[in-house]
């Protein structure tokens, strides 16, 4: 077998069929709908007390801040009032340490410090106004009501919501470890660390991403139809969608809830779907899936997240690639001057490229080496060499990594779709309507840059008979740009109605 040929062998362990999707698919509803019956279920189906999506005529001033994964960011949002908004953001990288930090402290006062920077260098007045009103204020007194910022945190980690601006931690993914947070109140802790730095700033609303996500497409999207379901496809994944109030069964079971709105006889729900079939009854699984599991920090929890998302793509390649250069009958990236048979003397793989390491491999080369059109793959060539250390890859070597990115990048795509149409078939909405769009807002780097991941979905859509063509048609998708901080500040105005 030629090199190329080889690689197509590895591909194709990634094949996802219309038969297995569909399984899946009927998996995906029925986690879901026990999700809503209990806690404890595979998918948490988390409450989330928003029970009205916008429409795009909300306006005001608020904060919003969002712990993702890889960054943290601050912004201040403007609401026109006329689905359009303005937007002022700063982002800063989470250091390594505080990820894995000893105590909540550590993490939660050095997001308070970028939050009093922010407000120190985006709105000036604002901030000297509140300096110079504290020092004139009495003990005890506190801002005034309209000097507040609300301000809607969106963290994007499992929590068990018991009120608009109260949540709990149930653990953390996505590389985060610090025990000392697992089952404290996370807005709780963030208010803290604000109130310790006198900053005029109110935690109004805990906010999962996917929520965010939701509320911001809802406010931007065409149309008069609300939005049915907002997803992540960036370092995680997961989905939060609109919900009929009956069928939450468990929300009468939760002690301790908030009053919250029920005249619209829905509420959003956070799926948590990044755990869907932990128990690996239909979630197809490679060697390299296997070996990714085992060298995680979470072995055997978030399995759907391990196949799909932005931080576990570049890693499942890499392992797969692997595989490839450890083959001694298979020639990937092999050095034709060396007469050694010890695997890394025999190839052009530097010692330091992150070939050799876990998590070595960056998602964003998916993207790169599955796009690229150049002539000779050129382009995929260089970012061996530049960003991995592979100096001299052949046009080959290069053919045999792409028909590997892309196939992961496919069967993660094949698998978002699993998680997309079971919500909306869910939903009954294809059937309610013969002609209504179902509106989806996606946002994260994988859906955004991964070329034709859009096209992946819908053509895994169109392969479920109960979608099929004419549904899938029908299903809208649209990036909601800016989501979590938008949506964030539009959960905050709604909590502000609330509280
Ligand atoms: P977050 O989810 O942390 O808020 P992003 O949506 O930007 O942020 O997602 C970051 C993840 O996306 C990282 O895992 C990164 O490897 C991956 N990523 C970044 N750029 C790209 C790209 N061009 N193509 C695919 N994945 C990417």
Not at 138 to 158: A, C, V, Y
Not at 343 to 360: E, F, K, M, Q, Y
Not at 380 to 397: M, N, P, V
Request: glycine share 10%; with cysteine; net charge negative.
């Amino acid at each position: 077998m030629t090199l190329v040929e080889e690689a197509q062998k590895v591909a194709r362990e990634f094949d996802y069929p219309a038969s297995e999707l569909q399984r899946a698919i009927e998996r995906f509803g029925e986690q879901m709908r026990d999700g809503l019956q209990r806690s404890g279920s595979t998918l948490s189906q988390i409450p989330t007390f928003v029970t009205a999506v916008p429409n795009g005529t909300e306006k005001g001033l608020y904060m919003a801040v969002d712990l993702g994964g890889t960054n943290f960011r601050v912004c201040s949002i403007q609401l026109h009032g006329n689905s359009t908004f303005s937007l002022t953001q700063s982002k800063v990288a989470i250091p390594r340490e505080l990820m894995v930090a000893k105590t909540s402290k550590e993490l939660f006062s050095f997001l308070a410090k970028q939050i009093e920077a922010f407000l120190k260098q985006h709105h000036e007045e604002h901030y000297e106004g509140h300096i110079r009103r504290r020092k004139t204020m009495s003990k005890g007194e506190g801002f005034k009501e309209e000097e507040i910022f609300n301000l809607g945190f969106t963290f994007s980690f499992p929590v068990q919501q018991n009120g608009i601006n109260r949540g709990t931690l149930l653990r953390w993914t996505k590389g985060f470890d610090i025990a000392d947070t697992v089952g404290k109140d996370v807005c709780a802790l963030l208010q803290e660390e604000i109130d310790a730095l006198h900053l005029p700033v109110r935690v109004a609303a805990l906010v999962n991403d996917t929520v965010g996500t939701l509320m911001a497409r809802s406010y931007t999207s065409p149309g008069k139809t609300g939005t049915l379901l907002g997803a992540i496809f960036g370092t995680g994944t997961n989905g939060a969608y609109v919900e009929k109030l009956s069928k939450i069964r468990k929300l009468t079971e939760l002690n301790d809830v908030a009053s919250y709105d029920t005249s619209t006889g829905e509420m959003i729900i956070n799926t948590e779907w990044g755990s869907f079939d932990n128990e690996q009854a239909v979630l197809p699984t490679t060697p390299y899936d296997a070996g990714l599991d085992a060298d995680s920090v979470n072995p055997g929890i978030q399995m759907f997240e391990k196949r799909v998302s932005g931080m576990f793509l570049g890693e499942i390649l890499r392992r797969a690639v692997l595989s490839l250069v450890r083959n001694p009958s298979v020639p990937l990236f092999s050095d034709e001057n060396s007469s050694l048979n010890d695997v890394h003397s025999t190839t052009n793989i530097a010692d330091s490229s992150g070939l050799w390491r876990t998590w070595g491999l960056d998602t964003s080369f998916l993207s790169i080496a599955h796009g690229d059109e150049s002539a000779g793959l050129r382009i995929t060539r260089q970012a061996l060499d530049k960003e991995y250390g592979i100096t001299a890859a052949s046009e080959e070597d290069a053919e045999a990594v792409k028909a590997i990115a892309s196939a992961v990048g496919r069967r993660a795509a094949r698998l978002s779709a699993v998680a997309i149409g079971a919500v909306v078939l869910n939903s009954e909405k294809l059937r309610e309507s013969e002609t209504e769009p179902v509106d989806v807002g996606v946002d994260g780097s994988l859906v955004e840059f991964y070329p034709g991941f859009e096209e992946y979905i819908r053509e895994a859509l169109r392969e479920v008979p109960e979608i099929g063509e004419k549904g899938e048609k029908r299903i809208r998708i649209g990036i909601a740009k800016d989501g979590s901080g938008v949506g964030a500040a539009l959960i905050a105005l709604v909590a502000g109605k609330v509280n």
